[in-house]
C-alpha cells in the first residue's frame, strides 16, 4: 500500500515563506513524477510545481519565481520551498505522486495541507 503524507502548512504572513514537505512510502517501484496542487476555496485544483525524477521542472504562472520544487529520490520526498508568499496564495496544498507500485502505474494524493497567508 502506498501512502503520501504532506507537512508544513500553517499561517505565514505576506511576503514570508513556508515549507513543505511530502514523503512518499510503500512498495514502489518507481515514482516517475512528484507535485504540487492547490486548490482554494470556489476554485479548481490547480498545478502548482511538478518536478520529474530527472530534476526536470514545470510551474504555474502565479508561483514562477517565488516557489521552488525540488525532491530528494533516496527518500522519495518531494520539497515546495514557497517565497514572497501573497494572501492569493491561500488554499490546500495537495502532493501528488505519479509512480508505479505492485499495483501498476498510476496516481496517488495526500490528504492535503492548508496553507494561510494572512496579516
Known amino acids: 500500500q502506498v501512502q503520501v503524507v504532506e507537512s508544513g502548512g500553517g499561517l505565514v504572513q505576506p511576503g514570508g515563506s513556508q515549507r513543505l514537505s511530502c514523503a512518499v512510502s510503500?512498495?514502489?517501484?518507481?515514482?516517475?513524477?512528484m507535485g504540487w496542487y492547490r486548490q482554494a476555496p470556489g476554485n479548481q485544483r490547480e498545478l502548482v510545481a511538478v518536478?520529474?525524477?530527472?530534476?526536470?521542472?514545470n510551474y504555474g504562472d502565479s508561483v514562477k519565481g517565488r516557489f521552488t520544487i525540488s525532491r530528494d529520490n533516496d527518500k522519495n520526498t518531494v520539497y515546495l520551498q514557497m517565497n514572497s508568499l501573497k494572501p492569493e496564495d491561500t488554499a490546500v496544498y495537495f502532493c501528488?505522486?505519479?509512480?508505479?507500485?505492485?499495483?501498476?502505474?498510476?496516481?496517488?494524493w495526500g490528504q492535503g495541507t492548508q496553507v494561510t497567508v494572512s496579516s
Open positions: 501528488n505522486a505519479h509512480l508505479r507500485s505492485v499495483t501498476g502505474i498510476r496516481d496517488y
Open positions: 510503500g512498495t514502489i517501484f518507481n515514482i516517475f513524477t
Open positions: 518536478i520529474s525524477s530527472g530534476g526536470t521542472t
